[in-house]
């Protein structure tokens, strides 16, 4: 504090934004084991390990905020959280949208306590009420006791800004980090498969109203790698839902052989069979059914024959590191890590903003019907991650690997698709590269190193997919 | 329809209580209602307790400031019900399959149910009734999961007995501190 000459004055702090730096983890790299097909469980439970998850993965990643339509104006704004930082995103005058740290910069106490809100003029920290714009800038302090204080710079407080905000296609993400490259860099040709949901009629979407939170004691990366590209857990794990909704198990569709595929860039990751329907059946409302076989007639010229299968096949989607959604059933939703063994799960319904009323309305209860606490599919998929992260407690336990090798020798090298393309979507081949992803972010310290490792797409490009 | 059968709708206030007779019999239900669900007897639950009209909705729970209009909850958005007889069907259909996993082992349940006050309506079959539960489930070795809300429902009274017709779940939670809800309330 005595920087300045310290003739009993302290110096003035410097209250910059603070954006961490990456270091690197070549220890924890190892713990995927590529050359083996297996995963080490410490990754799971080692405080170490969620520690540098935090600072490597989601200080650095683009995560997944908000879609546009939860705040249309501005001063509309949600709370959520990047990594476990709390975090406000808020639209700005001029329409753009801005994202900050919910902590007063004074003595650290969030400055918005509520989910959501609209038309906010600014937050106010409730202990000593100090005030900030939309903007995230210092407008006041209760009393203007500070303002009369001759040192105090003003100016030079605020809320510290996400580094960086930008949205593809309705989807707003942010990244601590000032050097990460673009949004669209960190999708890369990804981007080809987001548009199956995100674009695949005019208009545009949009998400439903209010959001289902809920709590599971298990390990972030459990959820994101089972909806990364395991599909082969719906048979078992949700054989009592698709009986319950389809009087029947889960139908992979007739050309499987022919169709089915996984596809991954840089650890996001796709499994699709193409079969038109089959996740959009498993909401239980035929009129979805008929909905999703127009919508992907319409939808062939916009997005080819290909993707036009996807819109409501039996599929499921990461975008590293954990936010995930299902095509044709509409669930999107995001795992934040609250420490190793804790994850809250919020999830949302998207719809297509031109879709009508009353499809809007059964997409909303098919979810709920379906991927919600109480729906019957999400019901049996707590326990099973719970499980899974818990049992490594056990220290002989933890010594024991993981098996991840299913479809080792199902690459793909004649499909023209973007990215890492395997044949099958019953097949480890995304949860590999999840892992692989995992395990570059652990060791590079910089962004050359990260987009030019093994799971960076190969070079191609989608046109002989039309 | 009756603003009292509008699932959207609060009851307006309750200052009809009935008689004891029916006071004491409509309590009476109550208790045995949740005595099939504590037991998981879904399907007898559905056949004996549930209206074929039934609405039965549990919206998600906001934190939002004293001044916001949409208030903690809005129909037509996310909930974790918002069921007809179909979608309580479907719900009942998976608990009866063996391969219902968060559900085999067995759970097992407590619902305990207080607060209870019975209020006539201008229909004379129509009874509102608002009552505080919590519900307890506990699983396997340690797993526990502790609900608590209130519940506003219309009863309606038939050759049969009464049947639950409207039923409103608001529980306390914002995040459900749960992994799922493999019940009823």
Known sequence: ?466 | MLDLLDISKPFADLDAPVDLETERAITRWLHAEVRLLDAERYQEWLTRCIDPDIRYWMPDMETRRRDDPRGMFAYGEAAYFDDSWKELEIRVKRYNEPSAWADNPQTRHLHQISNIEVNATEDPTLFAVHSVFTNVRNRNEADQDIVHGRREDVLRAGPGGYRLLRRRVFIVQNVLLSKNLNTFF
């Open chain 1, 1 to 466: 504090m005595c920087d300045t000459g310290c003739a009993g004055n302290a110096g003035r702090p410097n209250m910059a934004p603070v954006y961490p730096k990456a270091g690197r983890y070549p220890d924890y790299a190892r713990l995927v084991d590529r050359n083996r097909a297996q995963v080490d469980r410490r990754v799971f439970v080692d405080e170490g390990v969620y520690q540098a998850e935090l600072q490597q993965i989601f200080a650095r990643s683009w995560l997944f905020l908000a879609h546009e339509s939860q705040i249309p104006n501005p001063g509309d704004f949600i709370r959520t959280s990047m990594g476990e930082d709390d975090v406000i995103v808020v639209r700005q005058r001029d329409r753009t949208v801005r994202a900050f740290l919910n902590s007063c910069p004074h003595r650290g106490n969030r400055v918005c306590m509520v989910d959501a809100g609209s038309k906010a003029r600014g937050f106010i920290c409730n202990y000593h009420g100090w005030s900030f714009g939309i903007d995230g800038g210092l407008r006041g302090t209760d009393g203007k006791v500070y303002e009369k204080d001759e040192t105090f710079e003003k100016a030079q407080i605020g809320l510290t800004p996400v580094a960086q905000v930008d949205s593809y296609k309705g989807l707003i993400f942010g990244t601590f980090d000032p050097n990460a490259p673009s949004l669209l860099e960190f999708f890369g040709p990804f981007t080809f498969y987001l548009d199956i949901m995100l674009d695949n009629d005019e208009g545009g979407t949009e998400f439903i109203g209010g959001a289902i939170k809920s709590e599971i004691d298990c390990n972030w990366k459990f959820p994101a790698e089972n909806f990364v590209g395991d599909i082969l857990h719906a048979f078992w794990t949700h054989q009592s839902g698709a009986q319950a909704i389809l009087g029947g198990g889960v139908d992979l569709g007739k050309r499987y052989d022919e169709l089915a595929f996984q596809a991954s860039v840089y650890g996001h990751g796709i499994e699709t069979n193409l079969d038109k329907v089959g996740n959009t059946r498993t909401l239980g409302y035929p009129e979805l059914v008929d909905y999703v076989f127009d919508l992907s007639e319409r939808a062939r010229d916009r997005l080819g024959d290909l993707r036009s299968r996807a819109i409501g096949a039996i599929s499921s989607c990461t975008i590293f590191p954990n936010f995930s959604f299902l095509p044709g059933q509409n669930t999107f939703r995001v795992w934040h890590p609250r420490g190793p063994g804790k994850i809250e799960l919020v999830v949302w319904t998207l719809v297509n903003k031109n879709a009508p009323d009353h499809i809007k309305e059964l997409y909303r209860k098919g979810v709920m019907m379906t991927f919600s606490p109480g729906g019957v599919f999400e019901m049996d998929d707590g326990e099973n991650w719970e499980y899974s992260t818990r049992v490594n407690q056990g220290f002989v336990t933890r010594q024991q690997p993981l098996h991840y090798a299913l479809g080792l020798q199902s690459a793909d090298l004649d499909r023209d698709l973007p990215g890492h393309i395997h044949k099958g979507s019953l097949n480890d081949a995304n949860q590999r590269l999840f892992y692989t992803r995992w395990a570059e972010f652990m060791e590079h310290d910089n962004w050359t190193d990260l987009q030019n490792g093994e799971t960076a797409p190969p070079q191609k490009t989608a046109s002989a997919a039309e």
